[in-house]
């Protein structure tokens, strides 16, 4: 994969570099500053962009602005996003756009190096990466209705897994369950949230697409 890298930590950045290179990767471009991130990203159009949220010169949200503003002029970028905090309003912005190939995992997670590698893999690929502590307290401040009332918790516990980026035999070994059952609960997610039977595929990311934009409503 071609790799962008927007992150002012010089050794966190540097890190992933080597990280990304002992992997077989190509880190196509490393960006410090805010200003500097959404020509590089219209540039070299990586597949998948790794944005750190805040960046100089205000250390606000220079980076999720200009992620946001890359994914407007090209819809098919795909972003990881990294926070040191769970960043509601910045994780609700991201998502009100699209949750087609777009990540936001805390910094802590990077630690963690295979979990960030099948992260930044599943993002690259269209999928999802969320972290478990985003979507926790997306659910906890999330106010209005609910479209995801039918679901029973045991669904909404499947489907916050999925949103993680999960596959089937996983959320089965994290829940206790059998694979079957697993299974027959994501068939209920998507009967309940009125979703034809065929392209099973792309009615899993429907369906995750719908739970996360559930959470980041105000």
Same mark, same amino acid.
Do not use: W
């Given at each position: 994969? *071609?790799?962008?890298? =927007? #992150?002012?930590? &010089?050794?966190?950045?540097? %890190?992933?570099?080597? @990280? $990304?290179?002992?992997?077989?990767?190509?880190?196509?471009?490393?960006?410090?500053?805010?200003?500097?991130?959404?020509?590089?990203?219209?540039?070299?159009?990586?597949?998948?962009?790794?944005?750190?949220?805040?960046?100089?010169?205000?250390?606000?949200?220079?980076?999720?602005?200009?992620?946001?503003?890359?994914?407007?002029?090209?819809?098919?970028?795909?972003?990881?996003?990294?926070?040191?905090?769970?960043? *509601?309003?910045?994780? =609700? #912005?991201?998502? &009100?756009?699209?949750?087609? %190939?777009?990540?936001? @995992? $805390?910094?802590?997670?990077?630690?963690?190096?295979?979990?960030?590698?099948?992260?930044?893999?599943?993002?690259?690929?269209?999928?999802?990466?969320?972290?478990?502590?985003?979507?926790?307290?997306?659910?906890?401040?999330?106010?209005?209705?609910?479209?995801?009332?039918?679901?029973?918790?045991?669904?909404?516990?499947?489907?916050?897994?999925?949103?993680?980026?999960?596959?089937?035999?996983?959320?089965?070994?994290?829940?206790?369950? =059998? #694979?079957?059952?697993?299974?027959?609960?994501? %068939?209920?997610?998507?009967?309940?949230?009125?979703?034809?039977?065929?392209?099973?595929?792309?009615?899993?990311?429907?369906?995750?697409?719908?739970?996360?934009?559930?959470?980041?409503?105000?």
């Amino acid at each position: 994969m *071609r790799i962008l890298i =927007a #992150e002012d930590n &010089a050794l966190l950045r540097e %890190g992933l570099v080597l @990280l $990304l290179h002992s992997e077989g990767h190509e880190v196509c471009a490393t960006v410090e500053h805010g200003d500097d991130l959404l020509p590089a990203l219209l540039d070299h159009r990586p597949d998948v962009a790794v944005v750190d949220v805040r960046l100089p010169p205000g250390f606000r949200d220079e980076g999720l602005r200009a992620a946001v503003e890359a994914r407007r002029r090209l819809p098919a970028l795909p972003v990881l996003i990294l926070s040191q905090y769970v960043e *509601r309003a910045y994780a =609700a #912005e991201l998502l &009100a756009q699209s949750a087609t %190939g777009v990540g936001y @995992l $805390l910094k802590d997670r990077v630690g963690h190096t295979e979990e960030f590698l099948q992260a930044l893999r599943r993002v690259a690929g269209g999928g999802t990466a969320m972290d478990p502590e985003v979507i926790s307290q997306l659910m906890a401040r999330r106010t209005g209705p609910d479209p995801l009332a039918a679901l029973t918790p045991r669904e909404r516990e499947v489907l916050a897994l999925m949103a993680e980026g999960h596959n089937n035999p996983t959320i089965a070994r994290l829940l206790f369950l =059998a #694979e079957s059952s697993v299974n027959k609960h994501i %068939g209920s997610i998507f009967g309940k949230l009125g979703m034809p039977t065929p392209d099973t595929g792309h009615r899993r990311v429907r369906a995750v697409l719908t739970y996360l934009r559930t959470l980041a409503d105000e």
